[in-house]
T-cell receptor
């Protein structure tokens, strides 16, 4: 499968613990996006990368959240000191940077449950 | 800031009925517009997109959407829905080659 892959698909953690999600984009895509989705809502933008550069971060991304894409390939999203309000589906998407089309290719998502 | 409004949260139709889902966006400049679909248990995928040219765009599975600039709208239509169209539909706007902003989605249930 050459689509966007995310790991883990499900994560249950206790409040206060740290969690990390990984996203492997489609190999030729140099733009990578993180979104968060809660029940009844559409995907909310968190951050995006062009290659290894983080170009934009949403104000939703508090200082407990950090995202990296160190080699311009896979990306990680870490949440420190998780809170119950962090429970959501975390979506990763990628797209080619050179095409000004904006179409996103999404992964299956990583569902976080904070107890 | 961009925003996207989808008027219908949940639509229930019988097979063969016609479908129209409303979408309005707030940004007045040049935008790219999208409809994404999420079938049960699957990831979000593109249904159709508008960048320029003919404001009536056709997508997969018989869906189409019309961009009306004066109304800031991009409504999704299908003349005759099928049970397999049961899914959640998201409208999105992309102002430049950066982030896309999504609406809250419309859940479509098609009764056989």
């Amino acid at each position: 499968d050459t689509g966007v892959s995310q790991d883990p698909r499900h994560k249950i953690t206790k409040r206060g613990q740290n969690v990390t999600f990984r996203c492997d984009p489609i190999s030729e895509h140099n733009r990578l996006y993180w979104y968060r989705q809660t029940l009844g809502q559409g995907p909310e933008f968190l951050t995006y990368f062009q290659n290894e550069a983080q170009l934009e971060k949403s104000r939703l991304l508090s200082d407990r959240f950090s995202a990296e894409r160190p080699k311009g390939s896979f990306s990680t999203l870490e949440i420190q000191r998780t809170e119950q309000g962090d429970s959501a589906m975390y979506l990763c998407a990628s797209r080619p940077g050179q095409a000004n089309t904006g179409e996103l290719f999404f992964g299956e998502g990583s569902r976080l449950t904070v107890l | 800031a961009q925003s996207v409004s989808q008027h219908n949260h949940h639509v229930i139709l019988s097979e063969a009925a016609s479908l129209e889902l409303g979408c309005n966006y707030s940004y007045g400049g040049t935008v790219n517009l999208f409809w994404y679909v999420q079938y049960p248990g699957q990831h979000l995928q593109l249904l159709l997109k508008y960048f320029s040219g003919d404001p009536l765009v056709k997508g997969i599975k018989g869906f189409e959407a019309e961009f009306i600039k004066s109304k800031f709208s991009f409504n999704l239509r299908k003349p005759s829905v099928q049970w397999s169209d049961t899914a959640e539909y998201f409208c999105a706007v992309n102002q430049y080659a950066g982030k896309s902003t999504f609406g809250d989605g419309t859940t479509l249930t098609v009764k056989p």
